[in-house]
């Protein structure tokens, strides 16, 4: 792997088109997200505390695709909430812009959508109704929201009317559990409402993320809506990977969320794999340990305050390092750094010819399924019932 500084960023970086090599034996065609044309078709889903603009840039910088922000909640936007204004905030490169809101509310999604339109702070909107969270779930939103079909469907047309122009596109799960799966019914709601693509995870709330995501879900959804994009997620740890859940379920472009923590240039593979190309990033651990000064160095940018950015990177080690022979004591060092200097003496006594460890392939971050999921009282009695859960569901700050 050569330039761990990330120069190979000009695939991400059109006007309103992104871009990839431009060689006739690409995989697919591009990803079309209403005036969006998004090549590879490939999206950085929004994880909490991690896809903020450092992380975006830095995944950017690598290859091609659409990269979103980290979630946004509705309320807070509409009441100005500092912290809110300051994640829709996003880097001179950074196009298309792609903010997700969080809702419960039609009509504060509606206004949410409106002000990201019409103040052009956003150039595409995503809806989150995939969040698995007990925190999210236990007061009605994120995953378990798709239950109340009309509830459901009242949410999204008000984000679309909201957005105008904008396009708007859909993040949910298959269901609450097995018992009670949604996507079909939430898919066929969301196409009807106007959204410009849908977006599924392969798992149910209950399941989190443990065990194996059911791509095949995915293939029915796209039978179910051929009218909209649909866009596959879950267990995407590799290039091949992607191409694998394009094949098999027809999925017009992936998702990819966990596969790229501790891993930036996962999109430089799927940029050369949706190319045709065979080429795949193996850096060595002394690229790696570039690559975390770099991302570390973003951070302080992104917050304006260098310990505090270090401190935000600190989460990050355990996954940069994964499957090297980094000793123990070495790597709780470099977990607990205060500063960019220390991070560089700390990385810099690191082992920089020690080559890729094909250990560091597969599942990364948190992956045990649920006992059960939180939901309000009577939340399952009747699927139609259109009362808007307590506004205390978005009581939480902006981030997830």
């Avoid at 990330?6 to 431009?22: D, I, K, L, Q, Y």
């Avoid at 206004?111 to 999210?136: Q, S, T």
């Amino acid at each position: 792997m050569s330039d761990p500084s990330g120069a190979m960023g000009e695939a991400g970086r059109g006007n309103r088109r992104v871009t990839g090599s431009g060689r006739n034996d690409r995989v697919g065609t591009s990803l079309k997200i209403g005036p969006l044309e998004v090549w590879p078709p490939v999206v950085l889903a929004p994880m909490a505390g991690i896809t903020n603009s450092a992380f975006r840039t830095l995944c950017r910088e690598q290859g091609g695709g659409l990269f979103v922000s980290e979630m946004i909640t509705s309320r807070a936007l509409v009441e100005r909430d500092r912290k809110t204004l300051r994640m829709i905030r996003f880097g001179p490169g950074e196009t298309p812009r792609s903010v997700q809101l969080y809702g419960i509310d039609p009509r504060v999604v509606g206004e949410a959508a409106r002000i990201l339109a019409d103040e052009g702070l956003a150039d595409h909107i995503d809806l989150n109704f995939g969040c698995p969270a007990p925190k999210v779930t236990r007061r009605g939103g994120g995953a378990a929201l798709p239950y109340k079909r009309e509830l459901f469907r009242r949410i999204v047309r008000a984000a679309v009317e909201g957005a105008g122009t904008l396009p708007v596109t859909v993040k949910m799960r298959t269901g609450i559990d097995d018992d009670h799966l949604t996507y079909l019914d939430a898919g066929r709601i969301a196409a009807e409402e106007g959204v410009a693509a849908i977006a599924l995870h392969g798992r149910t709330a209950l399941q989190h993320y443990g065990g194996a995501a059911d791509w095949s879900a995915i293939a029915r959804l796209k039978e179910a809506v051929p009218q909209v994009p649909v866009l596959g997620n879950g267990d995407i740890w590799s290039a091949e990977d992607a191409l694998r859940m394009v094949r098999e379920t027809g999925c017009d472009g992936v998702v990819v969320g966990r596969g790229c923590l501790g891993r930036p240039w996962l999109f430089r593979d799927l940029s050369e794999a949706f190319n045709g190309s065979p080429r795949r990033a193996r850096p060595t651990l002394g690229e790696v340990a570039a690559t975390m000064r770099r991302h570390a160095a973003l951070l302080c940018e992104h917050l304006g305050d260098e310990r505090q950015g270090v401190a935000d990177f600190r989460k990050h080690v355990s996954w940069y390092l994964k499957g090297f022979v980094v000793g123990g004591p070495q790597r709780r060092a470099i977990a607990m750094v205060s500063t960019l200097a220390e991070l560089e003496e700390l990385t810099a006594a690191l082992d920089p010819g020690q080559p890729w460890p094909e250990a560091a392939e597969g599942p990364r971050g948190r992956a045990n399924p649920r006992s059960r999921v939180p939901l309000p009282e009577g939340w399952l009695d009747d699927p139609y019932d259109l009362a808007v859960p307590d506004a205390a569901a978005e009581s939480d700050t902006s981030g997830g």
